[in-house]
């Protein structure tokens, strides 16, 4: 069906942003766009949005305006306006699906479900839209034809969130709507640190995919959640076995099929917890790590070794940092410290490689060769390996994009744009490739978690 919502404000937009986008005319047998009755996009899930009416051999263009938000510093952001678009011709049957397209023309090139949204570049242009909306414009022979204003929303129609604080753990819960039975999945967030805010959208994201979601906040900078540590140091992996027996204890939930999604420190953390137990089915590590890294954010008590993670009460062997205030005062970028790190305390590697063929659940590892945090690339690789050298490279699956930098592990619906950044090295990541390889990492990680947590257990 065609949707145009509050006509007058998508040709006042038409207006603030002039060309590209012309005067909305109406025109006898035009195509028109096809939307979702509701038009709303779920955070994570690619939307049903087409064109119908566009016959064989003719084209029209897809507009899409948003304003984006955009890490600008510590606890700072600002906005930009982004655009993206595509020329698509007409199919036999009149109607195109959007992603399944290959466009002629446009800001991205291959068909893509999330191509509308990770390829949009900045536009300085004044736009009255607010960070949760999207205005599609539809351009025929010169002329606007139709027009839609979509807008963004966290959770699918159903889906019910809710903070959890236990017994030595602590993050959000999302279940998807519906009876159930829902396989389980533990969420890990990076170095960053957690929160509150960050937990509940990480949950979601997986819930409207039909996961019974829990984002772990493993710990949290300046004490903002309560009994979370408050440093990376030396956190326990029975955090883990306490989350998945507390999801247990939830109607729906079938914890019997868990796995664990982990992004960079998070995946670090996903990879030894699958090396040390044996309950995850699957694991997503998405910017992994190869070992086990020193713990940071708080000095070290009197003869404590300071790893990342514990087991037991025994903190885990680790490769220390060389000097990481060269980082945190802009001499070097964190990836020339863990390479540098990496190689003065060679000898701690081998101790600290974290034992892959160990580990029962299968795996998609994902990394990055201009990742500017650390080596993920080269320590997918050195991983996958490994497994391969143990005879048991069926079991793992790998994406190593050449261009792309450390941040591709979110819901590929992130602008180009807001991935900008200028660093003190050659080692630049491309924002598009980084962009893009999120989609694909995203689109990657669902399908692999649902094949895998949707089977049964060799």
């Not at 949005?49 to 305006?65: C, H, K, N, P």
């Not at 607010?130 to 699918?156: I, K, M, N, Q, Y």
């Not at 080269?378 to 793992?396: D, I, K, N, Q």
Request: with cysteine; glycine share 10%.
């Amino acid at each position: 069906m065609t949707i145009t919502p509050d006509l007058g404000r998508i040709v006042g937009i038409a207006a603030a942003v002039a060309s590209p986008l012309l005067p909305l005319t109406a025109r006898a047998q035009a195509p028109h766009l096809v939307a979702p009755p509701d038009a709303a996009v779920t955070l994570g899930v690619a939307p049903r949005l087409g064109i119908a009416g566009l016959a064989a051999g003719d084209t029209a263009t897809i507009v899409a305006w948003r304003r984006a938000t955009r890490y600008a510093g510590p606890d700072r952001t600002d906005t930009l306006t982004v655009r993206s678009f595509a020329v698509l011709a007409g199919s036999p049957t009149g109607a195109i699906a959007i992603g399944d397209a290959r466009p002629v023309a446009g800001t991205w090139s291959a068909p893509d479900p999330l191509g509308l949204f990770w390829s949009m570049e900045r536009r300085d242009t004044a736009l009255t839209l607010t960070p949760g909306e999207v205005a599609l414009r539809l351009e025929w022979h010169g002329h606007a034809v139709d027009s839609l204003l979509l807008h963004f929303r966290d959770a699918a129609p159903g889906v019910r969130t809710m903070w959890v604080e236990g017994d030595g753990f602590a993050g959000a819960f999302a279940r998807p709507a519906g009876a159930g039975p829902f396989p389980a999945l533990l969420v890990l967030h990076g170095s960053e640190g957690g929160d509150s805010s960050r937990a509940v959208a990480a949950a979601q994201s997986f819930a409207n995919h039909g996961f019974a979601t829990f984002a772990v906040t493993y710990f949290s900078w300046g004490g903002r959640i309560r009994g979370v540590p408050t440093a990376l140091v030396n956190i326990p992996v029975e955090m883990l076995d306490k989350v998945r027996a507390w999801l247990g204890g939830q109607t729906g939930v079938d914890t019997a099929r868990a796995g664990i999604w982990g992004a960079s420190k998070g995946a670090e953390f996903a990879l030894v917890a699958a090396a040390r137990r044996a309950w995850p089915r699957a694991v997503v590590a998405c910017a992994a790590s190869d070992v086990v890294w020193a713990g940071f954010g708080r000095p070290a008590r009197q003869g404590e070794r300071m790893s990342s993670w514990s087991d037991g009460g025994r903190p885990l062997d680790y490769v220390p940092y060389d000097n990481f205030q060269d980082v945190t005062q802009g001499r070097i970028t964190s990836r020339t410290e863990h390479d540098r790190s990496r190689a003065r305390f060679s000898d701690s590697v081998p101790p600290a490689r974290i034992p892959t063929a160990q580990v029962h659940a299968r795996l998609l590892l994902i990394g990055s060769d201009r990742d500017e945090v650390w080596p993920s690339g080269p320590m997918v690789r050195s991983m996958a390996a490994e497994l391969a050298s143990e005879g048991r490279a069926g079991r793992v699956l790998t994406r190593v994009d050449p261009a792309a930098g450390h941040t591709t592990c979110g819901t590929g619906m992130a602008p180009a744009a807001v991935y900008e950044q200028k660093l003190p090295t050659d080692l630049v990541p491309d924002p598009r490739a980084t962009a893009k390889a999120a989609g694909e990492n995203w689109m990657a990680a669902i399908d692999f978690l649902r094949r895998q947590l949707d089977q049964p257990r060799e």
